[in-house]
């Protein structure tokens, strides 16, 4: 994949080191937004879980801190 740098009016390709760091923050990226989904619907699927168990949303709540 071909990736422009902009500074200032001037745009260019970037070289292979800032194309590598291009790349690899992108994919930090993509696996922090991934980890905080799973972490929303790990927590979702725990309060459902508790909830089937029998407990009362208040019950959920005092024992989640929420």
Known sequence: MTHLVQIDD????ATP???????ASQAAAAAA???AA???????SALAK???LGLTPAEVAALVGA
């Open 33 to 35: 937004a991934a980890a």
């Open 38 to 44: 799973a972490a929303i619907t790990a927590r979702i």
């Open 17 to 23: 080191d800032e194309a590598a760091q291009l790349d």
């Open 10 to 13: 001037l745009v260019r390709e």
């Open 50 to 52: 508790l909830e089937a």
